[in-house]
């Protein structure tokens, strides 16, 4: 079982929709960080949390410690949030990150 | 947030030779960069970890003596992809930061023919 499983691994939703990418590690973590790659392959940190919650425009992402559980959503989806959406959690004692599978979301116009 | 510029962002060589990777970081110095590969349609797998001044540290099965990481500055790590093969195209990334920070590259599409 991987350390850090996340879900969907795709999701197809129409432009407008709220979305929501879920994150589940079983590992003790610093922190935990939701990275979004585009097709071209770069990748680009959204949030980095440690607890509670962090709100930037459209996007908003949540964790919970005790149940090592992590939510990143997005609301008003738009076609260019398609991308690879990436949990990867900042494992203690281990001084590395290690990532989840991660998920393909396509938001149709 | 801080910026690590890689490059170059693809390259196509033939087999048998040598690319060479480079990641600055343009406003931090990295003490640590870390070195990722990434199959089409897969996770990203940590490669090796390079620390300025002294010898990179390599993953279990990655090929010390194939991919030559160098730090040789605080802004600047190196990988060379030794006598590449076709089985050595892959996207190659790396990630700057300090502790608990993620400051990727733009990445690098290597392709062996």
């Known amino acids: 079982k991987n350390e850090v499983e996340q879900s969907p691994q795709n999701l197809t939703a129409q432009e407008g929709e709220f979305i929501t990418i879920n994150c589940s590690y079983s590992?003790?973590?610093?922190?935990l960080h939701w990275l979004q790659q585009h097709p071209g392959g770069g990748i680009v940190s959204l949030f980095m949390?440690?607890?509670g919650k962090k709100k930037h425009g459209r996007l908003i992402a949540t964790i919970n410690i005790q149940e090592k559980h992590s939510s990143l959503h997005i609301t008003a989806s738009h076609p260019r949030d398609s991308a690879v959406y990436i949990c990867?959690?900042?494992?203690?004692?281990?001084?590395?990150?290690?990532f989840g599978q991660g998920t393909r979301l396509t938001i149709n116009p | 947030g801080a910026v690590v510029s890689q490059h170059p962002s693809w390259v196509i060589c033939k087999s048998g030779t040598s690319v060479k990777i480079e990641c600055r970081s343009l406003?931090?110095?990295?003490?640590?960069m870390f070195w990722y590969r990434q199959f089409p349609k897969q996770s990203l797998m940590l490669m090796a970890t390079?620390?300025?001044?002294?010898?990179?540290?390599?993953e279990q099965g990655v090929e010390k003596d194939k991919f030559l990481i160098n730090h040789a500055s605080l802004t600047l790590s190196t990988l060379t992809v030794t006598s590449a093969h076709p089985e050595d195209s892959s996207f190659y990334i790396c990630?700057?930061?300090?502790?608990?920070?993620?400051?990727f590259g733009q990445g690098t599409r290597l392709t062996v023919v």
């Open positions: 990867a959690v900042w494992r203690t004692g281990a001084q590395k990150l290690v």
């Open positions: 590992v003790g973590i610093s922190a």
């Open positions: 949390l440690s607890s």
């Open positions: 406003d931090f110095q990295a003490t640590t």
């Open positions: 390079s620390n300025e001044g002294s010898k990179a540290t390599y």
């Open positions: 990630r700057g930061g300090q502790d608990t920070e993620a400051f």
